[in-house]
């Protein structure tokens, strides 16, 4: 049986509490829909920032929300080069000991103590499509595209939840190594 999953190409983005939100926005500021995201809640803000390194900055950085429990940039290794920033592979959400950076709205401005990560390259999975390919929560797989520039990507991390829809998520960088676009098909071997 075929493991075949769809792909989401994941450039920069931020995800912020709602406390950063107000002094980036103004006091009682909520976020306004742009267009719904693959997982269930989830969407990109009409709102942008910019975000400030050592050696440059990225400006119309894109909001995801909700507000989230705590702040985080999601960036391409490319990126992090670009705007002096040394940021780690790290799974979403596991921020403690990343670098900081400078995030700039039009009202405010917030020194993030940490949270500026490379996403790893992970898959959604939604409980009864784990249980159907038995796979496990946090298991590392393998999973190949196809096309001009197909490879195998390793170390793709399974990510389990009743809230989850299927969809493989990659940054910039590895979309462009492989030659893959958001909606392409995956197939996950091993």
Sequence with gaps: MSKIVPVGVSARHIHLTQE??????GAGYQLTEFKPLSQSGQFAANETVA????????DKVRIL???RP??????SRTDSFAIGVKAPVRESGSIDGTPGITVKGPVGEVELQEGVIVAARHI????SDAAKWDIKDKQLLKVRVGGERGLVFENVLARVSDSFALDMHIDTDEANGAGVKNGDNAEIVD
């Design 20 to 25: 950063h939100i107000e002094i980036l926005f």
């Design 124 to 127: 959604h999975f939604h409980t």
């Design 65 to 67: 929300g909700p507000a």
């Design 51 to 58: 975000v400030i390194g050592s050696k440059g900055q990225f």
């Design 70 to 75: 705590a702040s985080q940039l999601e960036i």
